[in-house]
């Protein structure tokens, strides 16, 4: 607190004398910024100029020094330069997951289908963020509807960082498409989804105001079903009821981004 009254201070003073000035701001993250302080002072933040179209509002509680005057780093320093990269800062966050998922058919071969997840929500720090995501999972013949709250974060604050998530909470189940074949017919009488759970790790490549994520984990997906199965053979037509509960389980290989 006592920090943030002295670089307003700091920053009226410097206001007053002057309309516009170059600075330098380097923040607690580490990061870096160029440009020209705005004159305009508010409660909590300051305002910093890159062109004319583009403007950025710093929390002083997140400014470690300001340097005034033009700035001209070193090639060394443009180098190691840390703002050609994102950092990720407290408040709002998105990622987006494109997932391809492997499992094991009824008949026991492999297959796979392809999967789309959103998660949006608030990060606390770079290793810790909690939000709620939703999208639409395909398991062979069958759709879900997810909703879940999930929990996330970087291990490191680098480039490139491993990162780890955790996903639970609920998959609803779109009306299956009843069957038709030669010898077999399936209606389906009732249908229901059940717990959602997945998680896994990954790895973060962080660009200039975004990331790509890559990742790999493992997930569970409860449903049940009631219908019935009309089958032909030489001795005529035999109609079965059933009721089945699976407990779908699933790797994932994830590809998306994250800002």
């Known amino acids: 607190m006592k920090k943030a009254i002295l670089i ?26 160029y440009g020209t302080l705005v004159n305009s002072l508010f409660e909590d933040f300051i305002t910093v100029e890159y062109s004319p179209l583009d403007r950025e509002n710093i929390p002083i509680e997140n400014i470690n020094s300001i340097n005034f005057g033009d700035y001209q780093p070193t090639k060394l320093a443009s180098i190691k330069d840390p703002t050609t990269f994102f950092h990720r ?16 058919g009824s008949g026991g071969f492999g297959y796979s289908n392809v999967s789309l997840q959103t998660v949006n929500g608030f990060a606390f720090n770079p290793h810790l963020m909690v939000g709620l995501g939703t999208g ?10 997810p909703l879940y709250a999930s ?55 962080n660009m200039k105001g975004s990331a790509l994520t890559l990742g790999m984990g493992y997930r569970l997906q409860k449903t049940s079903l009631s219908y019935s199965m009309s089958a032909w053979d030489w001795n005529g037509e035999t109609e079965t009821e ?16 994250t800002f």
Do not use: C
């Open 8 to 33: 307003s201070l700091f920053l009226f003073f410097s206001l007053t004398l002057s309309a516009q000035q170059k600075v330098n701001v380097v923040l607690k993250s580490g990061k870096t910024v």
């Open 89 to 104: 800062q407290r408040g709002y966050f998105h990622a987006t997951e494109f997932q391809l998922v492997i499992g094991q």
């Open 136 to 145: 639409l999972d395909k398991y062979g013949d069958f759709m879900f509807t």
């Open 151 to 205: 929990v996330r974060g970087l291990v490191m604050e680098r480039k490139t960082s491993p990162f780890y998530y955790l996903n639970a909470g609920w998959g609803f189940m779109w009306k299956p498409e009843d069957r038709q074949q030669d010898w077999v017919n399936i209606d389906y009488q009732d249908y229901g989804g059940g717990y959602h759970l997945q998680g896994g790790v990954g790895y973060q490549i």
């Open 242 to 257: 059933i009721d089945e509960k699976r407990l779908l389980r699933r790797l994932v290989l994830s590809a998306g981004f």
